[in-house]
C-alpha cells in the first residue's frame, strides 16, 4: 500500500479548508500533521518542514505568508485563496522556482472545462453579446468571485480585447456557488453554466490536485494542467 501523503491544511477552520481537513482525515491516501488556522499560524513553519504538501484556503494576507515557507522547504503549496491582488499572486507564484506551486480559483473539474469552454464559445461567437452572473453566499468577502473573473480573463484573452464582461454578482443565503455565462447573438442564445451543491467538490478537488502536484517539479500548475487542457 502507498505510503500516504503527510499534509497540513490552512485555513483549517474556515468553510472549504475545514472540509478539506475533514475528508483527508478520513482518506487513507493522506497522513494529516496539521491544521493551521489564524490561532496556530505561527506553527505553521516550524510543522512546514515534514509536510508532504501544504493545502490553503485561508485569506490572501495569509496565503502569502504560507506561499513563502513552502518553496524554502522544498514543499508542495496548493491553494484556493481567492481575492489575491495582481501583487499578491506573483509573490505567491515566485515560490514556482523552487517548488511545485498549484493555484487555482476553483478546484472543480467541472467548472475547469467551463471556462475552456467559454473560450471556445467566445472565439467562435465573436459577434456575440457575452454577459456573466456569479452568485454565492453572503459571507463571501471577494467580488466578483475568483472563478468570475477566470471565466471572463478566458473570455476577453480569446477574443483579444480589453472591455471587460459585464458581470453581476449577488450574495444571497448560504448558496454555494453558481456561474451563469450567457451569449446573446441574432435569433439565439447560448448559455454555459455550472452550479456547486456541496463545498466538498472544492475540498476534493484539492486534494486530488494535492496528490498529482506532489509528484512534479518546481513550476506553476493549475486545474488545466491536471485536466490535460494544456
Known sequence: MPIPLKIAVCGASGRTGSRAAALAAGDP??????????????EFEDQVGACGAVIDFSVPEATVRYAAACPRAKVPFISGTTGLSDVQRTQVAAGAKRAPVFLASNFSKGVTLMVHLAAEAARRLAG???AL???HHKAKKDTPSGTALSLARAV??????QEPVSTVSLRLGDVVGD???????PFERLTIAHQAQSRDVFAQGALEAAVWVAKKKPGLYGMPDLLGLR
Open 133 to 135: 452572473v456569479e452568485k
Open 29 to 42: 491516501r493522506f497522513h494529516l500533521l496539521a491544521r493551521v488556522d489564524r490561532g496556530r499560524a505561527a
Open 179 to 185: 456561474h451563469d455565462l450567457l451569449f446573446a447573438g
Open 156 to 161: 476577453m484573452e480569446s477574443r483579444g480585447a
Open 128 to 130: 456575440y453579446d457575452v
